[in-house]
């Protein structure tokens, strides 16, 4: 058990729906990371946020969106669901900030399926 | 831009046999190198970090090569068990760009 928690752990929804999906980090850890994981395909990195602030962007698409709130949990909104949007989505934490080499805890995933 | 490319096609040993995966990435300097195992439909796993100024690392059964000149890492999984079966993720790290993952390399070490 990494100690990073998502929910919800499955997703069944239609295209051009709205979900949230919600991250509770490792207790102490300030970073939380946001990955896409297609079927095999690789993690792709969507984003970061390090107490409360967006530190690092990476391919996120902008009907996504997120936000991490002072209790540090955070959530990633996806919008305008597409086909093409089902996947695994993983939160990972870490207890330092993106400037250094803290290994990332993730959690076990929110598997989404849009129909 | 920068890229991290492992062994694409999936790894097959034998039981009791050394695996050994292959970590490569270019335009990019990273700082340290960071294993990780991915079970299916799991969340991945660190296993372990090498920074730059090592040149090996070991853990138990596992040892980890970063030659920066080269700019790849060998992980290598000796006396290899069914157990160890699972993708096998790398990610060069460096200050403020510590996200990206490699592609992975699935392992299926055969009883």
């Known amino acids: 058990d990494s100690g990073v928690t998502q929910t919800p752990k499955h997703l069944i929804t239609a295209t051009g729906q709205r979900v949230t999906l919600r991250c509770s980090p490792r207790s102490g850890d300030l970073s939380v990371y946001w990955y896409q994981q297609s079927l095999d395909q690789g993690l792709q990195f969507l984003i970061q946020?390090?107490?409360?602030?967006?530190?690092a962007k990476g391919n996120i698409l902008e009907r996504f969106s997120a936000q991490q709130f002072p209790d540090l949990h955070s959530e990633l909104n996806l919008s305008s669901l597409e086909l093409g949007d089902s996947a695994l989505y993983f939160c990972?934490?870490?207890?330092?900030?993106?400037?250094?080499?803290?290994?990332?805890?993730f959690g076990e995933g929110s598997r989404l399926t849009v129909l | 831009s920068q890229k991290i490319e492992q062994n694409s096609e999936a790894l097959n040993i034998q039981e009791g046999k050394t695996a050994t995966l292959t970590c490569n990435y270019t335009n990019y300097s990273p700082a340290y190198l960071q294993w990780y195992r991915q079970d299916p439909g799991r969340g991945p796993v660190f296993l372990l970090l090498i920074r730059e100024n090592e040149k090996e690392k070991r853990k138990e059964r596992l040892k980890v090569t970063f030659d920066t000149t080269l700019k790849q890492s060998l992980f290598h999984i000796t006396a290899s068990q069914p157990a160890d079966s699972a993708t096998y993720l790398c990610?060069?790290?460096?200050?403020?760009?510590?996200?990206?993952f490699g592609t992975g390399t699935s392992l299926t070490v055969i009883p």
């Open positions: 990972a934490s870490s207890v330092r900030t993106s400037g250094s080499s803290g290994e990332l805890f």
């Open positions: 946020y390090y107490n409360g602030e967006e530190r």
């Open positions: 990610a060069p790290g460096n200050t403020g760009n510590q996200f990206y």
